[in-house]
């Protein structure tokens, strides 16, 4: 069996070799089972020359022999019309057919919404594939907040995506933060397991509260002081996490207008930075892993 990514012009393909082993199987077991498309991938696939065998259009029910190349339309096929495209900084770290892996500046908000229509993460991304002749849709895999600089993931279509989010909080998608905090956290490395819901006066703010939904945060002060540098790793998702656990522990994020106090004159945002992320990639699963160093703001905020 030999599976690869297809290249060229046009959507992107999945193309798999057909081994001795699975010589006789229907075309939508070797989908599901080997090239590990979702039902809803395969339903997508189905329209005319998503799945070719021999370079010719078969239907799932088709049995496969060995020898034979087995090939699955997965990219978008229109451009995303939902999003408007709009010029802006792409920080592109590392890309391939399938995936993007992004150093998100701090104050870009990563979806359009009310009051960012056109200079959100998706705009500049929409813009950037148009640029590049990639038919792709904006498909963010995490999130960060718009303060929040540094890595996240960004898939090129639906089957990476899904992949993906299912990796999420798992071992084989890790992310490491850093933040500069005011004080030091009491014991300087431990674990914060603590439920968080929304603040019943805020559409915005969450706090810590003993019927919100689980949360756990893994924390090490790496440099203590009046101001100091902690690295973070999340165990689940919940909206502002981070910023909610340190200031649970005492310990705000320097400049934190929600959950400490903002100070521009120090930093202009909440100084959170997604510093390492790892994940298995969707087609290949091979392990992969980035870094970027702390952004200037943050670092500064060590030497004061």
């Keep these: 069996m030999e599976l690869a990514a297809g290249s060229g012009a046009g959507p992107r393909r999945l193309t798999l070799t057909v081994g001795a082993q699975q010589a006789g199987q229907r075309v939508d077991t070797l989908l599901r089972r080997t090239l590990r498309l ?3 991938s395969v ?32 990219g978008d096929t229109q451009w995303d019309d939902s999003v408007l495209p709009a010029p802006g900084a792409v920080d592109i770290v590392y890309e391939d057919g399938d995936i993007l892996i992004l150093n998100k500046a701090p ?31 904006f498909r963010p895999v ?15 279509h639906a089957h990476a995506q899904e992949i993906l989010k299912g990796q999420l909080h798992t071992p084989a998608f890790a992310r490491i933060y850093l933040a500069v ?3 030091c956290p009491v014991p300087e490395a431990g674990v914060v397991d603590a439920p968080i819901g929304r603040s019943a006066d805020s559409i915005l703010r969450r706090e ?11 924390y090490q002060v790496l440099k203590k002081g009046v101001r100091s540098l902690v690295k973070l790793a ?46 298995v990639h969707p087609v290949t699963q091979k392990f992969l892993r980035w870094t970027t160093p702390l952004p200037e703001d943050m670092a500064a905020l060590l030497k004061t």
């Design 142 to 156: 995490n999130r960060l907040d718009r303060g929040t600089s540094g890595l996240m993931c960004v898939a090129k």
């Design 234 to 279: 999340l165990d689940t998702g919940r909206t502002h996490q981070i910023r909610v656990h340190m200031a649970h522990l005492g310990c705000p994020l320097t400049g934190d207008f929600l959950y400490g106090q903002e100070d521009k004159s120090l930093i202009s945002r909440p100084a959170l930075h997604s510093a390492e992320l790892a994940l």
């Design 38 to 40: 979702s039902g809803t």
């Design 43 to 74: 339903k997508r696939a189905k329209t005319a020359g998503g799945i070719l065998l021999d370079g010719q259009p078969v239907t799932v029910r088709a049995q496969a022999q060995a020898g034979q190349i087995l090939s699955v339309r997965v």
């Design 181 to 183: 905090c005011g004080g």
């Design 107 to 137: 104050g870009v908000a990563v979806h359009p919404g009310p009051g960012h229509f056109d200079d959100t993460l998706g705009n500049f991304i929409i813009n950037y594939y148009k640029m590049t002749s990639q038919v792709a849709k």
């Design 208 to 218: 810590v509260q003993p019927e919100g939904a689980p949360a756990r945060t893994r």
